[in-house]
């Protein structure tokens, strides 16, 4: 049986660490709504760097089951609000639901260098989204980010968007969840905002577990969908090989999953050798040829990016670092600082309006994009490879400064030139890392 570590966010013992290393801590309770709605006590914790404050998404999950990866910026002004402040001099509200308060589809693709690539491919293409609970509201949330931003409508009227249970069902579906439909609009933004001519499928599994979603995963793939995203995870357990091959075994699929938000340390089903294990950076503009910079996430020792060693999982084939016996996480990362998230529309369970998001819950729906830009993968290949094939190129931003907890062999707890475990080889700049 699955078990959730004590230290992992929403729990005693992660928010005591959190007291304890940072001042700003404070204690949040949340209402829960919907039918499936869980009683929700959780912490608003705060980057010393911006005053930003984050709640998350989802409350703390039962034994055995997954923790969805979204974190709910709830006071401070964010990295984009305070650019948009020095441009026109006036400084915004902290929590303002009327206007989107972070990065958008135009600031995410210029940061990953995917603007033509935006602008020509994914049509045809079908980015599935993995989660657990129905969000009543999920498209007529998308359609309003959608709008906002000049993207093209995708709905279920023109074939672009379907949402459906793990059985395949377009009716009956699961009960509703609050904290799991904020996870379900981040995901559902970020793989528009990155690839808006494809075509979404929104898979929802009746509860958290890992059978669960790992047959949603499989509905996914059924239904023919080349690029699933994934946005939770949990502790590893002595099952995971049997869910790898049960649920995440799919060649020719580039399957996305978050690398974790408690700081270094393995979670599942990242730690699965058969998917791309991602993990999360600060993004802020730069005077660089670029125009961004990025650092390892992290907030306090116990929450940032997530990284290590499997302690199930055999190594594949195309990971060759010598710090870990077994899988090493991460593979790629992206944007997942709250204190420098992305803009998302929520109306289920919550004011309805703009809010900002982190967490690698935001970089995984942004991989999943940048492969569905790149092109189908080939019949038996595995995407995860894809950008060691490229290491070390400027197909790649390379992150080499920050970390996200301490560890004895450093590299995979700090960045540095090459490959380590926060942010694996990088970021994408364009699409040819993720191609076969």
Same mark, same amino acid.
């Given at each position: ?120 491919? &994914? ?141 270094? &340390? ?171």
């Amino acid at each position: 049986m699955r078990t959730t570590r004590t230290d992992r966010p929403g729990t005693p013992g992660h928010w005591r660490r959190i007291g304890s290393a940072v001042a700003a801590t404070t204690a949040l309770v949340l209402a829960g709504f919907g039918a499936a709605a869980h009683a929700d006590a959780a912490a608003s914790t705060s980057s010393s760097s911006s005053n930003v404050t984050w709640t998350k998404a989802c409350s703390a999950p039962a034994k055995g089951q997954m923790a969805c990866k979204a974190l709910r910026v709830t006071g401070g002004l964010t990295a984009f609000q305070q650019a948009q402040a020095a441009k026109t001099g006036v400084t915004p509200k902290a929590a303002d639901a009327s206007t989107p308060s972070g990065y958008g589809p135009s600031d995410l693709r210029s940061a990953y260098g995917l603007t033509s690539a935006a602008a020509s491919n &994914g049509s045809g293409r079908t980015i599935a989204i993995v989660d657990a609970y129905d969000d009543p509201n999920a498209e007529a949330d998308l359609a309003t980010y959608r709008s906002h931003y000049g993207l093209s409508a995708c709905t279920t009227a023109n074939g672009c968007f379907k949402k459906v249970s793990q059985t395949g069902s377009t009716t009956s579906l699961p009960s509703a969840d609050s904290g799991w439909a904020e996870e379900e609009s981040l995901d559902l933004d970020m793989a528009s905002a990155i690839c808006p001519k494809c075509n979404i499928l929104l898979v929802e599994a009746k509860s958290a577990t890992m059978a669960n979603l790992g047959t949603a995963v499989n509905r996914a793939v059924t239904l023919g969908a080349k690029y699933v995203s994934n946005s939770y995870g949990g502790s590893e357990s002595s099952s995971d090989a049997s869910y790898d091959s049960s649920y995440f075994n799919h060649p020719g699929v580039a399957i996305t999953v978050s690398a974790g938000d408690a700081g270094y &340390g393995a979670e599942y089903p990242a730690a699965s050798k058969y998917v791309t294990a991602v993990g999360g950076t600060a993004l802020a503009k730069a005077t660089t040829t670029r125009g961004w910079s990025e650092t390892v996430w992290k907030t306090s020792g116990t929450e940032g990016t997530g990284s290590g060693c499997s302690a199930y999982d055999a190594k594949p084939t195309w990971q060759t670092d010598t710090g870990c016996t077994k899988r090493t996480i991460a593979d790629v990362s992206a944007v997942a600082d709250p204190a420098t998230g992305v803009s998302v529309y929520d109306s289920y369970g919550v004011t309805a309006g703009w809010y900002t998001f982190g967490g690698t819950s935001a970089s995984s729906p942004i991989i999943a994009g940048v492969y569905a830009l790149a092109g189908t993968p080939s019949a038996g290949s595995h995407p995860s490879s894809f950008p060691y094939a490229k290491a070390g190129t400027p197909a790649l931003n390379d992150v080499t400064s920050g970390n996200n907890g301490t560890c004895s062999t450093s590299y995979l707890c700090t960045a540095r030139s090459g490959y380590d475990g926060p942010t694996g080889w990088g970021t994408p700049q364009g699409v040819s890392a993720f191609t076969g």
